[in-house]
Nanobody
Framework: VQLVESGGGSVQTGGSLRLSCAIS????????MAWFRQAPGKEREGVAA????????YYADSVRGRFTASQDFVENTIYLQMSNLKPEDSAMYYC?????????????????WGRGTQVTVS
């Protein structure tokens, strides 16, 4: 299974970015995909999660109302639309896949991880 993130970059405070994560390789009938982030010196934080083919999404309090996770099942891709970005959103953003029945923001539920894409807000 390969996860490839894209869409990171540098933006000013209040700006927007859309991250993408494409999954390839083994396919699963049911899985959850999520976005995590980690800033230097800080712990990894779950940002958003979405159950593929489901309607349930999960957001961290710090991003709720500003970030939106969505999916394109045909393309096996998830997106993270980030708006009203703040300097504290700066981090490496990773996507991950959980193949079990759970879906949420706990990193230990996730089996596969991408290499990340950097987001910098100044």
């Amino acid at each position: 299974v390969q996860l490839v993130e894209s869409g990171g970059g540098s933006v000013q405070t209040g700006g927007s970015l859309r991250l993408s994560c494409a999954i390839s390789g083994q396919t699963f009938s049911r899985y959850c995909m999520a976005w995590f982030r980690q800033a230097p010196g800080k712990e990894r934080e779950g940002v958003a999660a979405i159950m593929i083919l489901g309607a349930t999404t999960y957001y961290a309090d710090s991003v709720r109302g500003r970030f939106t996770a969505s999916q394109d099942f045909v393309e096996n891709t998830i997106y993270l639309q980030m708006s009203n970005l703040k300097p504290e959103d700066s981090a490496m953003y990773y996507c991950a896949v959980a193949t079990g029945v759970v879906c949420g923001l706990e990193s230990h539920w996730y089996d596969y991880w991408g290499r990340g894409t950097q987001v910098t807000v100044s």
